[in-house]
Every structure is written in C-alpha cells, then in structure tokens.
C-alpha cells in the first residue's frame, strides 16, 4: 500500500512502448484467468488508478504519467513463455 495514497499496488505496467505508454492487468480477477478479462477492463482499471492519483489531490495533472511511471508494478512490455 502507497500510504501518501492509501493505495495498494497498482498493477500498473510502464511499458514505455511506441504505442503503450503504460498498461494494466486485463484479468477480471488479477491471477484468475479463467474468470475472464480483456482489454476493456485493463483500461479501465488505469483509468481507476490515474482517478484515484488525482483524487487525492497530492500531484498536479501535468505530473500524472510522471508519478505513474514511479508507481508501475512492471516495467516494460510483456514477456510471454510458452
């Protein structure tokens, strides 16, 4: 939990990728993927969590990307094993 925020761990990816600047979990339920997800609902829980930042009223909207990037949970673009 971020206690300036009252936020537990956002989930948040920086990416940092010519077309994704950040991303999140797309599941319904973080670590159930048989529940469901898509990319619907990793959107919305970045828009959640940029809510949330701006809510608490602790950052300027002109630093948003800039604390999301000191906030992300990953960083870089996804890696997938098969």
Known sequence: MNPRIGI???GVSWL?????????????????PQR????SLA?????GFAARL???QW???CKL???????ASFIGPERRHS
């Open 8 to 10: 537990i761990d956002s």
């Open 16 to 32: 940092n990728q010519p077309h994704a600047e950040f991303g999140a979990c797309s599941l319904q339920v973080p670590g159930q």
């Open 36 to 39: 469901g997800g898509g990319a």
């Open 43 to 47: 959107c919305a829980r970045l828009t």
């Open 54 to 56: 701006l809510a608490a």
């Open 59 to 61: 950052i300027a909207p």
């Open 65 to 71: 990307a800039h604390v999301l990037r000191g906030q």
